[in-house]
T-cell receptor, first 117, second 113 residues
Framework: AQKVTQAQTEISVVEKEDVTLDCVYE???????LFWYKQPPSGELVFLIR??????QNEISGRYSWNFQKSTSSFNFTITASQVVDSAVYFC??????????????FGTGTRLKVLA | DADVTQTPRNRITKTGKRIMLECSQT?????MYWYRQDPGLGLRLIYY???????NKGEISDGYSVSRQAQAKFSLSLESAIPNQTALYFC????????????FGQGTRLTVV
């Protein structure tokens, strides 16, 4: 069965520190997609990144980077030089396509990141 | 305007009352979802719909019902609200493929007293 585990419930760091948010997934399929979303204090969910199971290249976008390792079923998210505005709940999610053409998203329980000034 | 709009944004209701949460989207997508967010439990799927004629139960559908009135509209009903349905509710929509991201509404904070 599909499952996404975010073992870190809450992380606190001081501004300018680097921080890594862990995401471990379980799936039996060979084709699947992984996502990260950010939920700032205002409550909306903001899409950050998508990665497919055939692309293990790491990705960097400004201070954000993502490390996808199929060998450990992990899709970790690192924020470099964290800022107070990074304070949010971050969700990792998995989707896989079924032969019927349907799919569902499975979300992890989220990691609350607090960046202290 | 937001791609996905939920109404109301906040609601307090009494135990036993019927309440409807509404969702509309302008993305033109066929797929729509209702999720519930509780602290420590993440986002859990209540119902999902892949087109106007297709409705599916998610992992926590008991106590809820939905109606897909049109491609753009998907409403969630609590027939008889109970306090443990107090939560933040999100509507979402996504495109045709599993590789597409979901677009979420701003959420509805529901309190059942």
């Amino acid at each position: 069965a599909q499952k996404v585990t975010q073992a870190q419930t809450e992380i606190s760091v001081v501004e300018k520190e680097d921080v890594t948010l862990d995401c471990v997934y379980e799936t039996r399929d060979t084709t699947y997609y992984l996502f990260w979303y950010k939920q700032p204090p205002s409550g909306e969910l903001v899409f950050l990144i998508r990665r497919n199971s055939f692309d293990e290249q790491n990705e960097i976008s400004g201070r954000y980077s993502w490390n996808f390792q199929k060998s450990t079923s992990s899709f970790n998210f690192t924020i470099t030089a964290s800022q107070v505005v990074d304070s949010a709940v971050y969700f990792c999610a998995l989707s896989e396509a079924f032969t019927s053409g349907t799919y569902k998203y499975i979300f992890g329980t989220g990691t609350r990141l607090k960046v202290l000034a | 305007d937001a791609d996905v709009t939920q109404t109301p944004r906040n609601r307090i209701t009494k135990t036993g009352k019927r309440i409807m949460l509404e969702c509309s989207q302008t993305k033109g997508h066929d797929r729509m979802y209702w999720y519930r967010q509780d602290p420590g439990l993440g986002l859990r799927l209540i119902y999902y719909s892949f087109d106007v004629k297709d409705i599916n139960k998610g992992e926590i559908s008991d106590g809820y019902s939905v109606s897909r009135q049109a491609q753009a509209k998907f409403s969630l009903s609590l027939e008889s609200a109970i306090p443990n349905q107090t939560a933040l509710y999100f509507c979402a929509t996504s495109g045709a493929g599993a590789d597409t991201e979901a677009f979420f509404g701003q959420g509805t904070r529901l309190t059942v007293v």
